[in-house]
């Protein structure tokens, strides 16, 4: 399954960042789902070959064609299981720090948490999320 938020009418740094750490616990969860699965099969994050790299796309606006035409819709954030940063080799940080926080709890460290943030100066583009 592959879903596909939208987020709609949030301008608001901290409650955009608040919807980014909620979706990104469902990753975290998914990555511990698939690491009790399949005990052994998941090499750990640092042993991986995994890479940072920014998402290609993650710099490219989106757009929606509603009834006025095509309107921007803002920069395109994916926030990847670990098996699709396996297979593609690499992963922002938002990624990455998501399979760690996973390993982390799968071993016992019950506080391991991840942050999202975001900044602005109220100017789309230049919005910066870490």
Known sequence: MKAIVDVVGVDDDGALAGIANCLLEGVIWNNRYLMRRYPGRLPPLYESGVRFRAE???????AVVGPGGMRPMGPIEQFAPYV????????????LCAQRVAELREAG???A??????RS????????RW
């Open 56 to 62: 290609p796309w993650a710099s490219m606006p989106a």
């Open 113 to 118: 948490a991840l942050r999202y943030y975001c």
């Open 84 to 95: 699709v940063l396996l297979k593609r080799g690499f992963g922002d940080c938002a990624q």
């Open 121 to 128: 100066d109220g100017v789309e583009p230049n919005r910066r």
């Open 109 to 111: 460290e019950d506080d």
